[in-house]
C-alpha cells in the first residue's frame, strides 16, 4: 500500500513534527560525520519552503536509564547542541532554535513563538526514559506540540518508539523524501526485482541474518554468503574452522540453508587465515576445507571473489549487506573491496546497499556513487528484507 508523503499535506503556517536521524557520530562538540543531516534536508527544506513551523525530533546515542550516575554522563554525551550548530550552518537562511529539553514550559514557548519558516530542534528523545518504551503519555504530549507529523529516519522506524509511533497515532501524518525513497529501492528489490536478483551477505553472525536469508531464498536467484557467518556453514559441512567465529548452535540451521538452497547458496571456496587476531605473525589463504588448527579465518580469498564476481556478472537486481572480512585491516580488506567493485561496475543493475558496514565500506572505497541507494538504515532494511512490517511505517497513514 502505498504510503502518504510529504507532498500530499497542506503545511504552510502549520506546525509539523518532522522524526529525522540525527544520530551522527561526533567526539566532544564536533560531528565527524553529518551524512544523516544532509539526508534529511531534502524533506526539511521542501516543508521551510512551504511556509511550515518544524519542529525536529532525533535521538542520538544511547542513555541508560536504569543507573542513574550513566544517566547523567549518558546525556552530556549525546546532548543535541553540535547537531543544532551544524544544522544551523546548513541552513544559513532559516532560524534554528535549539531547545534544551524535551518537555515542559521552554519547549512550548519556544514552539509557540515559532514563525513560519522556522526550525525548532528538540533536545535528544532518548532524555526520555519513556522514549523507547513507546509511553503513551509521552506519545501524546510531543502531539500536542504539532498539527502534522512526518516520518523520515529510516533508520529508526523498526523501533516502535514514542516518537516513531506514539507521535503519529494522534496526528495526520506521511513519509518524508528519504524514506520514500528507501521504500522505492528496497521494495522493488523485495517485490518486484528485475532479474537475475543477487543477494550478497556477509557480516559477523548467521544468528543476525537467519530470517533475512530465510526470505531472500524464496526470492533471490542466488543468495551469496560471505564473512564471519560463512564459518558456520563450513562446520556444518563437516570442515574444520580452526579459531574462526562459530555459531555452534546455528549448525544445523545453516545445515538446513545449504538443503534448500542448493545451487542458489553461494559459500566461499577458500579464505585468508592468520594465527592471530591483533597481531598476526602468519598469515595465507588456504581452502575452506583445510583451515589448520589455531587459524582464524578473516577474509575471503582470491578464488571467492572470482567466483562471487562470476555469480554477479549479469545481474539487474543486487541486495548487499554485510563486509566480506574484517575489512577495517588493510590486510583482511581485499574480499570486500572485491565484491564492492565487481557490483559497483555492474551495467543497468539496481544495486542497493542495505545500511551499516557494508555502507561505510563503499563510502570509503569511494564507490558510493556508483551504487543505485545507500540505505540509511542497517537494521531497518534489514528486517523490511525479511519481508517483516516496520511498525514506524506501518503507523503512517496510506494514500
Known amino acids: 500500500m502505498a504510503k502518504r508523503i510529504v507532498t500530499d499535506l497542506d503545511v504552510a503556517s502549520k506546525k509539523v513534527i518532522v522524526r529525522v536521524d540525527f544520530n551522527v557520530p561526533h567526539k566532544g562538540d564536533v560531528i565527524t560525520d553529518d551524512n544523516r543531516i544532509q539526508a534529511a534536508l531534502p524533506t526539511i527544506n521542501y516543508l521551510l519552503e512551504k511556509g511550515a513551523k518544524v519542529i525536529l525530533l532525533s535521538h542520538l546515542g544511547k542513555v541508560n536509564h536504569k543507573e542513574p550516575e550513566k544517566t547523567e554522563a549518558d546525556k552530556a554525551k ?4 553540535p547537531v543544532a550548530k551544524r544544522l544551523q550552518e546548513l541552513l544559513p537562511n532559516n532560524k534554528v532554535t535549539f531547545v534544551n529539553a524535551t518537555r515542559g514550559e521552554e519547549l512550548e514557548t519556544a514552539i509557540n513563538n515559532m514563525q513560519d519558516g522556522e526550525v525548532v530542534l528538540m533536545q535528544n528523545t532518548r532524555y526520555e526514559k519513556g522514549e523507547s518504551k513507546n509511553d503513551p503519555e509521552l506519545g501524546a504530549y510531543w502531539a500536542s506540540l504539532g498539527d502534522l507529523y512526518v516520518s523520515d529516519a529510516f533508520g529508526s522506524v523498526h523501533r516502535a518508539h514514542a516518537s516513531t509511533v506514539g507521535i503519529p497515532s494522534h496526528l495526520p501524518s506521511a513519509v518524508g523524501f528519504l524514506i520514500e ?9 523485495l517485490d518486484d526485482p528485475a532479474r537475475p536478483f543477487v543477494a550478497v551477505l556477509g557480516g559477523a553472525k548467521v ?20 564473512g564471519g557467518m560463512a564459518y558456520t556453514f563450513y562446520k556444518a559441512k563437516g570442515w574444520n574452522v580452526g579459531t574462526s567465529l562459530l555459531e555452534e548452535d546455528k549448525v544445523e540451521v545453516a545445515k538446513e540453508f545449504m ?3 542448493g545451487d542458489k547458496l553461494v559459500l566461499p571456496v577458500d579464505t585468508v587465515v592468520a594465527n592471530d587476531f591483533d597481531n598476526p605473525t602468519d598469515v595465507k589463504t588456504v581452502d575452506c576445507d583445510k583451515i589448520p588448527d589455531g587459524y582464524m579465518g578473516l577474509d575471503i580469498g582470491p578464488k571467492t571473489v572470482e567466483l562471487f564476481t562470476k555469480e554477479l556478472a549479469g545481474a539487474k537486481t543486487v541486495f548487499w549487506n554485510g563486509p566480506m572480512g574484517v575489512f577495517e585491516k588493510e590486510e583482511f580488506a581485499k574480499g570486500t573491496i572485491g565484491v564492492c567493485k565487481a557490483i559497483a561496475s555492474l551495467d543497468d543493475c539496481m544495486s542497493v546497499i542495505g545500511g551499516g558496514d557494508s555502507a561505510s565500506a563503499a563510502k570509503n572505497l569511494g564507490y558510493a556513487d556508483k551504487f543505485t541507494h545507500i540505505s540509511t538504515g542497517g537494521g531497518a532494511s534489514l528486517e523490511y528484507m525479511e519481508g517483516k512490517e516496520l511498525p514506524g511505517i506501518a503507523i503512517i497513514e496510506e494514500k
Open 181 to 189: 525513497k528507501e521504500l522505492k529501492y528496497l521494495g522493488q528489490a
Open 207 to 226: 544468528s543476525d541474518k537467519i530470517a533475512v536469508i530465510e526470505n531472500l531464498l524464496k526470492i533471490a536467484d542466488k543468495v551469496i554468503v560471505g
Open 78 to 81: 549525546n546532548n543535541m547542541a
Open 259 to 261: 538443503a534448500k538452497g
